[in-house]
């Protein structure tokens, strides 16, 4: 081996290296966000920090040994929204049976990926649905944020309204995000990280929160041991279970089938693309058993793509820092919600950026569209509005005599959906 050689693959090491930084640091405020998310559901902030964090580290570890990609998992953003307010809040399933949800989800999806199902789903449901879904939970979320953050309240009249300007919290949270849009306009690498310690630094000069509420005895990692393996098939045999295996296989299918085929177009690598869809699908096993919502392949890897990530050696580094992360817990509790929530509204704005996606289509395709994204955050619902806006289009469709141009398997979503609006109105269940 001549110097030369050397010489490249020591190069080629440091810029894998130097990728899987990237792709951690633009990704580690997943770690903080998720938590605050799942702590909704009744999850141990500490417990969902930790399983978060092992559920990153292990997956990504995945990747990099055997697709020997670049690429992390990390809970979705927005699907952590349907385990929550949707599964949990609404549909009334604990988050154990939630848990046990993902978990069946992750099978699916896993036999989905591993068979030659996938080229048919990727033809199943119109691009413009799809595109509205992401739509609808991008406004959910940066309502959430909107809400989290002080700047709309309930109002007794028209049900919200803005909320007190003056609250230091509110003002916090509106110059975090200030911050989070420059620095993404500027194409900072790790923006979204650099505005939360903006953010937390400024939290402790308007007195909001104090270094001195750091305290690393009262971390307990020992929470975790109640999330671990806790995930619940009692209610397996229910409407609610059944409907949330739906929507969660329906929405992490989709989602990851996207993001993938992205990526590794930019990498040149679409032969790949069973072996890291299949990954994709385990990972959300490991979500269930370990206790966090469903993942996705993230976008954030994006990042590490264009620093120069191309195999494993970016995917372990990023592994390595998610683990090490571990140990910045006690610092990490450290940053206000109202700094959280303007990472959320600005995820809610990223998210909302899909409607120019959207293809022009005819009539039925703009109602379906226009309920879908209306539904999901005004019933603070997303399988209501997946649901609303899959029905309403094939009924159209059949109506104006395009029934034929409706695929089996939106017919198949179409019966369900409506299957589980009929029972649950009959059952008296809350969705």
Not at 283 to 291: E, H, P, T, V
Not at 300 to 317: H, V
Request: hydrophobic share 55%; proline share 3%.
């Amino acid at each position: 081996m001549n110097q030369q050689t050397v010489t490249l693959q020591t190069n080629n090491f440091k810029t894998e290296v130097l990728a899987g930084i990237t792709t951690f640091i633009s990704s580690a405020y997943i770690i903080m966000t998720n938590a605050l998310i799942l702590s909704d559901a009744g999850i141990s902030p500490d417990a969902a920090m930790i399983a978060t964090i092992f559920t990153c580290a292990i997956s990504t570890f995945l990747m990099g040994f055997v697709a020997n990609s670049p690429f992390i998992i990390v809970p979705g953003m927005g699907i952590n929204s349907l385990f929550t307010y949707t599964i949990v809040n609404s549909m009334g399933l604990s988050w154990q049976s939630a848990l046990g949800a993902v978990f069946v989800s992750g099978i699916i999806f896993t036999i989905i990926a591993s068979t030659k199902i996938t080229p048919i789903l990727m033809k199943s449901i119109p691009n413009n649905l799809k595109h509205a879904i992401t739509v609808g939970v991008g406004f959910l979320i940066l309502f959430i944020g909107l809400q989290k953050s002080g700047l709309v309240v309930s109002n007794e009249n028209t049900l919200v309204g803005l909320g007190n300007l003056a609250n230091k919290e509110t003002i916090l949270t509106l110059i975090t995000l200030l911050i989070i849009l420059v620095l993404d306009l500027r194409k900072v690498n790790g923006g979204i990280l650099i505005s939360i310690l903006i953010g937390t630094l400024l939290s402790m000069a308007m007195k909001i929160t104090s270094i001195s509420d750091l305290d690393f005895t009262a971390f307990n990692i020992g929470d975790f041991k109640n999330v671990f393996l806790s995930l619940s098939f009692e209610n397996i045999f229910t409407i609610p279970f059944f409907m949330a295996v739906l929507s969660i296989t329906v929405v992490i299918v989709f989602e990851n089938m996207g993001i993938l085929y992205g990526m590794l177009g930019a990498l040149n690598k679409e032969n790949d693309f069973q072996r890291n869809f299949t990954l994709a699908g385990v990972s959300n096993m490991i979500a269930g058993l370990f206790g966090t919502s469903p993942t996705i392949i993230a976008a954030e890897n994006f990042s590490g793509i264009s620093a120069g990530g191309k195999g494993r050696i970016a995917a372990l580094t990023s592994g390595i820092l998610f683990l090490m992360s571990l140990f910045l817990i006690p610092v990490l509790k450290l940053i206000p919600n109202s700094v959280i929530s303007a990472v959320l509204i600005f995820i809610g704005i990223l998210m909302i950026q899909t409607f120019f996606d959207l293809e022009k289509g005819d009539i039925i395709d703009t109602i379906s569209i226009a309920i879908i994204i209306t539904v999901i955050p005004l019933t603070y619902n997303i399988v209501n509005g997946i649901a609303a806006g899959f029905i309403i289009y094939t009924i159209l469709k059949i109506a104006s005599n395009q029934g034929k141009k409706v695929s089996p398997a939106m017919y198949v979503l179409t019966f369900l959906f409506m299957l589980n609006f009929i029972l649950s109105t009959s059952m008296g269940l809350s969705h």
